[in-house]
């Protein structure tokens, strides 16, 4: 993948950060919340994220599929072998929540498979990458690339996975979404695990959760969309981890004519 392409999605996510964080920390803000079609919240930031990816992503020769952007039909969406799939605001409830607990994600999806992906996490100043021909990274404390390179942000970073195997069995949840097929899968792993521990966070968090090797398993029994997961995919895969349809040995595909996921598992492989 050409590097241009990657820093710019890099660039992209931090102003995006950026742009989500003064509406975050604004006390007058009321982040004007609406309700969408299917009865999920937007904000002012959802939408001031999105037009300030689309300033970015729109200099490169691929079509952008973003969570609040326009959405065309399959038929024309088939003939995309290319295009960038982006959630300029994962985990608008946690936002609305004031928890901290959300992400900007970015991924480039070819032929229905993400090769690259850019989550970064503005509360926590955290950004997760991950190219599947190159390896996956974590980098702290950084708002902006300040003009560093490629390989100077990686020299910054850690390369994952960066956490020690755990004696104890970590399942990461969902911390607004935990079904009861979710509750009941985690119960069967504690008939096969001595110490099962679950851990509860919000966002595309918990991809990377398992991605760093800090959990061992995400089960995702409840409805999430191509853009929930695309970014997070790219990054576990290049970190050694995958996202497999639940009950399949066959990961996530994107691009789909139903933008819809199934249910899946990520899990290291």
């Not at 006390?27 to 919340?33: A, E, G, K, L, R």
């Not at 985690?186 to 760093?212: A, D, F, N, Q, T």
Request: one cysteine or more; a negative charge; charged letters at 30%.
């Amino acid at each position: 993948m050409q590097t241009e392409y990657i820093l710019k999605a890099m660039d992209a996510a931090l102003a995006a950060g950026k742009e989500i964080l003064n509406v975050y920390n604004d006390p007058s803000s009321d982040f004007q919340v609406e309700r969408k079609a299917d009865n999920s919240p937007l904000t002012l930031a959802d939408r001031k994220a999105h037009e300030i990816i689309m300033t970015y992503l729109q200099e490169t020769d691929y079509p952008v599929l973003s969570e609040e952007g326009k959405h065309l039909p399959y038929e024309k969406r088939a003939q995309w072998d290319t295009l960038w799939i982006v959630d300029p605001l994962d985990g608008t409830k946690e936002f609305i929540k004031r928890n901290g607990e959300f992400t900007v994600n970015i991924a480039l999806v070819k032929e229905g498979v993400p090769v690259f992906g850019v989550i970064y996490v503005p509360v926590k100043e955290t950004l997760y990458w991950g190219e599947v021909a190159t390896g996956a990274y974590k980098m702290e404390g950084v708002t902006g690339r300040a003009g560093r390179s490629l390989e100077e942000m990686k020299a910054s970073a850690f390369r994952m996975p960066c956490a020690e195997t755990n004696e104890v069995f970590v399942i990461v949840a969902s911390r607004s979404h935990l079904s009861a097929e979710t509750e009941e899968y985690i119960e069967e792993k504690r008939k096969i695990y001595p110490h099962v521990e679950l851990v509860s966070v919000g966002s595309s968090i918990k991809i990377c959760k398992v991605c760093e090797g800090l959990a061992d398993e995400y089960p995702r029994f409840a409805p999430t969309m191509e853009w929930d997961t695309a970014a997070g995919h790219a990054i576990a895969k290049a970190s050694g981890a995958e996202i497999y349809q639940a009950g399949k040995e066959e990961p996530l595909k994107y691009n789909k004519p139903d933008l819809l996921n199934p249910w899946f598992v990520v899990k290291r492989n």
